[in-house]
């Protein structure tokens, strides 16, 4: 089991943001309505998690205001490179057309939603 102490250095290096953690979430709570949880209890269950969500995204909020700090300053070449917002956009929207035909990917993606899947990389990488 998790202890508070180690929930952070845990989940540091995990890239974990709020979209993941509001993801994980929405799972907990279909689970447990599922199994038949009283609606309260699952509130309350939802409230207390939501309490670590700090500890839980630090590492990737930290390395987002690195990246954040490292565009004003003008180190930001890689992402210019790609053409910024909208070149990584491009970008993922290819990948996933590609992986929409390659044999060797495209089972692993069947029955999965794609556009919330992209959306989520939108959001990390830009």
């Known amino acids: 089991l998790y202890d508070n ?10 890239n974990i943001t709020d979209y993941h953690f509001d993801a994980m979430l929405d799972l907990f709570g279909q689970a447990l309505t599922e199994l038949g ?13 939501g309490k670590i969500r700090k500890d839980i995204t630090t590492g990737c909020t930290v ?6 700090k490292n ?21 993922i929207d290819r990948l996933y057309d ?11 993606f069947a029955g999965k939603d794609i556009k919330k899947m992209k959306e989520g990389q939108y959001v990390y990488m830009t």
């Open 5 to 14: 102490a180690n929930l952070k250095p845990a989940h540091y290096h995990m």
């Open 37 to 49: 949880v009283h609606p309260d209890a699952i509130k309350d269950i939802a409230a207390a998690t």
């Open 63 to 68: 390395r987002m205001e690195l990246a954040k």
């Open 71 to 91: 565009m004003e300053k003008g180190k930001d070449g890689l992402f210019k490179r790609l053409g910024g917002q909208e070149g990584v956009v491009a970008f």
């Open 98 to 108: 590609l992986i929409a035909v390659d044999n060797r990917l495209k089972a692993k």
